[in-house]
């Protein structure tokens, strides 16, 4: 059975770093695609980060530039090194995977297109 399993959350002040790790089983992470989401209290869950089968990545406005995404293939997880947080960024992150093919020209960072989802992992950002 595919199981995923997000790790690395925590409480961090404004400016600080986290890298969030998911470990994968039952699948091959680089034959996927995957993305990060994340949901605010009271919020919708919003896609964050993508990555697909040959390396394209995505990334939603509000964390360009601060985000990275990427593929462990010898750990086969999905990672995301978060730079410079703030506040805003305090969320449940979710990792998620789409079985099968991958969808469309680049990385979706939509909901519908990925089936696969982990339990997700606090971050909590102080000013």
């Known amino acids: 059975q595919v199981q995923l399993v997000e790790s690395g959350g925590g409480s961090v002040q404004a400016g600080g770093s986290l890298r969030l790790s998911c470990v994968v089983s039952?699948?091959?992470?680089?034959?996927?695609?995957m993305a990060w989401f994340r949901q605010p209290p009271g919020k919708e869950r919003e896609g964050v980060a993508a990555?697909?089968?040959?390396?394209?990545?995505r990334y939603a406005d509000s964390v360009k530039g601060r985000f990275t995404i990427s593929q462990d293939n010898t750990k086969n997880t999905l990672d995301l090194q978060m730079d410079s947080l703030k506040p805003e960024d305090t969320a449940m992150y979710f990792c998620?995977?789409?079985?099968?093919?991958?969808?469309?020209?680049?990385?979706?960072?939509?909901?519908?297109?990925?089936?696969?989802w982990g339990q997700g992992t606090q971050v909590t950002v102080s000013s």
């Open positions: 998620a995977a789409r079985s099968g093919s991958c969808y469309g020209p680049v990385p979706s960072l939509e909901q519908p297109i990925y089936n696969l």
């Open positions: 990555i697909d089968s040959v390396g394209t990545t």
């Open positions: 039952g699948l091959t992470v680089r034959s996927h695609c």
